[in-house]
């Protein structure tokens, strides 16, 4: 065997799993993009007459926020003690979206490089990937609107120019400081929210207290107004309900019922995780 030989065996099996890998994420990417199936089913549980009052009414209350709590809530917040600052500074950037999707990119990728296996245990894994890649989206996307929405409204964040000024806005500024509406750190706290409490209805109330002490962390360090955090908290449900919506209706993880509501399919039981897993490391 020659040296070249060598190497060429070495790194054999490292291609093999980055070809299988990408074979199966563009695979998976055609079928997440696959036309809806929506014959027999309404696709929106919402009439366009209710969507548009549902909107109106959270511009409102936006608004409401905006002119009576913001400016005053900012004042109050930087009288409280500082180890109430010093203790929301410690859990804030755990708001960041990197938190949920590397973790969860990093497990998709490894769940795609996977030799085949029978149909049964390939069916499992199947399923996995496509609990795994709702989640990355359902936060992923959320998460990318917000980073592009808020440059482009250009809302100055508390204190910034000097003074308290709730209405200062520069659209297209494209800085850090006037990228306040909507609050990115809740937009990914309240996908999250939807995300894991949709897939496991028993993690809601850690999930609620998760969002609301990051979402709280915001307005407590004056980097958001309140109306910033509620803004992201909307951003973020929304679009987790969409991309569960889109995952619905193409039968992934969730289906639609007649009447447009969503239910999620069976998943893999742990039995047959683990199943799946004795024969990988059989392999």
């Not at 010093?86 to 490089?113: C, E, M, N, R, Y």
């Not at 991309?243 to 209706?249: G, I, N």
């Not at 193409?250 to 683990?274: D, Y």
């Amino acid at each position: 065997m020659t040296a070249a030989n060598g190497i060429e065996h070495q790194v054999g099996p490292v291609q093999t799993a980055l070809r299988r890998c990408g074979t199966n994420v563009a695979a998976a990417i055609t079928i997440v993009l696959r036309p809806a199936h929506v014959r027999g089913r309404r696709a929106w549980p919402l009439t366009g007459q209710q969507l548009a009052i549902a909107f109106g009414l959270a511009a409102l209350i936006f608004l409401a926020v905006m002119l009576l709590l913001d400016a005053a809530t900012v004042n109050g917040v930087g009288r409280l003690p500082q180890w109430i600052a010093w203790s929301f500074d410690q859990i804030t950037d755990f708001g960041k979206s990197g938190w949920f999707l590397w973790p969860l990119g990093v497990l998709f990728l490894g769940l795609a490089a996977l030799p085949s296996l029978p149909r049964l245990p390939q069916l499992v894994l199947a399923g996995i990937m496509v609990r795994v890649g709702f989640l990355f989206l359902a936060i992923g996307a959320p998460s990318l609107f917000d980073t592009i929405i808020k440059r482009m409204i250009g809302r100055a964040r508390p204190l910034v120019g000097g003074s308290l000024d709730p209405y200062l806005f520069s659209p297209f500024k494209w800085t850090a400081d006037y990228a306040s509406l909507p609050s990115g750190h809740a937009t990914t706290a309240f996908a999250a929210l939807v995300a894991f409490g949709t897939l496991w209805p028993r993690a809601r109330p850690v999930m609620w207290i998760y969002a609301l002490l990051i979402a709280t962390s915001r307005v407590v360090l004056t980097a958001h107004y309140p109306s910033d955090v509620l803004a992201g908290a909307a951003v973020g449900m929304t679009g987790a309900l969409l991309v569960r919506r889109w995952f619905a209706l193409r039968r992934l993880g969730f289906s639609v019922t007649p009447v447009g509501a969503i239910r999620q399919l069976p998943g893999p039981s742990l039995k047959r995780i683990k199943a799946v897993a004795r024969a990988l490391l059989s392999e």
